[in-house]
């Protein structure tokens, strides 16, 4: 295959500064039902087909449901495959390894081989959506993107906004699917929308399909450079043409994105994680790189410049609680770091104890590291359940509290009578964790001392990332460790140091290299939208 790098450095970004285009009123679109099929010719427009199966849900507050929703959750995970005959049935295949990182509601996109690009979405998990074989049968090609989806806080699931999008405008036909939150997307909608642009979705993402339809650059990929370069934020996206995959990395890099190759049929695959090649017999190959825009057609693979940035900021929350620990992010193994994690926390906050306990799952290299490290016995205390739903909502706080019971088990003949350590990726309201020392207590221990594997997140992240606003934040809102101590009602609580995280992983001074907003407040790219800078001055 051939290689080339080439840098896009000419392209005219005034089109989104002072110049502003005229532009025609674009047409809404209301979708079949079952499938897409849009023909190259079609005015811009986005589509999205809604699943048979699983009515539009609700989401309910972190306090009614179980303790994994007090927990940050990533936005979407996203897949592509150019080459192989099978890509669509692949591609859902893939999407079922990347599921932890949307659950409300997956696609598949595929490129036919008339010219059209075919999709079909739905709300809930990939399982439900792709439930019914012929579905998967309708998108046919060698070539296809899928994505899984979790909404923002307080926003009604609608599957208008679940990806891929599909629009057709003046040269063909694309498809997109997106990783990341885009921080200037209101001002750039709100922009679009005055030149006379008609938004479909609630999604960031649309903005994108709109800035390429409106370039005047020429080609596709100049089109799509050019729409980057006024985007601010984080994103990870993989484009669907007739003939070609495209994806691309901003340059700080936020989110992750890996290239690999089906070892059967030389096929090329783009995924938010190592774990989706693994599932579905993919080498991996490399990590995209910050800024960089890879081209895959029958010509080869073609590697271009969006835009360089001296430093990377790539997420670090995706070690601390997001990624899959067999997965390999920012080419380092997750399973790892995170035992190092529970080892440096060790060192910073040993305590006598008899067990020590993980909360499951993403406790668990943790609490290993950490027990380990302090030769004390490293055991299962807590049981989870995986087959409760987020069903459980009741009105009375007596019947809320039992949520926690009806996902995390206590082994009592391991607690009762001991002193217990036990250890979590990170507390962010903090509502939950005291109903797990709660719950520990009442299995017989003597003692329970809280251990947290991060730093105290004290801000909330604009970057692709769900969480509470400031205000909400038990770290933010205390004025010392000692509060949240008391809030949980545990015998000790300590925390991660910022200092050990950044030694861990790598980071250079002052956390070069990555994103730890969330814990220093040191935003990268500072939010420009109205809705984000009121919430860092506290509004």
Do not use: W
């Not at 057609?297 to 969006?306: F, M, P, Q």
């Not at 969480?467 to 933010?476: R, V």
């Amino acid at each position: 295959m051939a290689l080339s790098r080439l840098a896009f450095t000419s392209i005219d970004t005034s089109l989104f500064s002072t110049r502003k285009p005229s532009l025609l009123p674009l047409p809404s679109y209301s979708p079949p039902p079952v499938r897409t099929t849009i023909p190259p010719t079609r005015p811009l427009s986005i589509t999205t087909v809604r699943s048979s199966q699983n009515p539009y849900l609700t989401i309910s507050d972190a306090d009614d449901a179980s303790f994994d929703d007090e927990k940050p959750r990533e936005e979407c995970g996203v897949v592509g495959i150019f080459g192989d005959p099978d890509a669509a049935r692949l591609c859902s295949i893939a999407l079922h390894a990347l599921q932890h990182r949307g659950q409300e509601g997956a696609g598949v996109a595929s490129a036919a081989p008339d010219g059209t690009i075919l999709s079909v979405t739905g709300l809930g998990l990939v399982s439900e959506v792709f439930s019914d074989p012929s579905r998967l049968e309708s998108l046919p090609g060698s070539s296809a993107i899928g994505h899984v989806r979790y909404s923002t806080a307080g926003a009604a699931s609608s599957v208008h906004n679940v990806q891929p999008f599909v629009a057709g405008y003046r040269f063909g036909t694309v498809a997109v699917a997106h990783n990341g939150n885009l921080v200037n997307y209101a001002s750039l909608r709100t922009y679009l929308e005055e030149m006379g642009s008609i938004f479909n979705t609630s999604s960031d993402t649309e903005v994108v399909l709109h800035l390429i339809a409106v370039s005047k650059s020429r080609p596709f990929e100049s089109r799509l450079i050019e729409a980057c370069l006024a985007l601010e934020g984080a994103y990870s996206m993989v484009f669907l043409k007739e003939d070609k995959l495209v994806a691309v990395r901003d340059p700080f890099g936020f989110r992750p994105l890996v290239m690999g190759r089906i070892r059967a049929s030389g096929a090329t695959v783009f995924a938010s994680e190592t774990c989706a090649l693994d599932l579905i017999g993919a080498d991996y190959v490399e990590e995209v790189a910050p800024g960089e825009v890879i081209v895959v057609d029958k010509t080869g693979i073609n590697k271009s410049c969006l835009a360089s940035h001296p430093v990377r900021r790539a997420c670090v929350f995706e070690h601390v609680y997001f990624a899959l620990p067999h997965s390999l992010v920012y080419g380092m193994p997750v399973h790892e770091s995170r035992r190092l994690f529970g080892a440096a926390l060790a060192e910073e906050a040993p305590v006598d104890c008899d067990v020590v306990i993980p909360v499951p799952d993403s406790g668990f290299f943790a609490a290993q590291g950490y027990a380990e490290k302090l030769g004390v016995d490293f055991r299962q205390g807590l049981i989870r359940s995986h087959y409760v739903g987020r069903t459980f909502i009741q009105p009375t706080q007596a019947i809320r509290d039992l949520g926690v019971r009806l996902k995390l088990a206590p082994v009592r003949r391991l607690l009762e009578g001991k002193r217990i350590v036990v250890v979590d990726d990170s507390i962010v309201r903090g509502t939950t964790s005291s109903k797990i020392v709660r719950l520990i207590r009442e299995a017989g221990a003597t003692e329970v001392h809280m251990r947290i594997a991060c730093p105290p997140i004290l801000g909330s992240c604009y970057y692709g990332v769900d969480t509470p606003s400031s205000g909400e934040l038990i770290s933010n809102r205390m004025s010392d460790v000692e509060g949240v101590r008391e809030y949980i009602g545990s015998d000790s609580l300590a925390f991660l140091s910022l200092e050990s995280l950044r030694r861990v992983m790598g980071a250079g001074k002052d956390g070069a290299g990555f994103c730890d907003a969330c814990f220093s407040r040191n935003y990268p790219v500072p939010p420009r939208d109205e809705v984000y800078k009121k919430e860092e001055e506290g509004g």
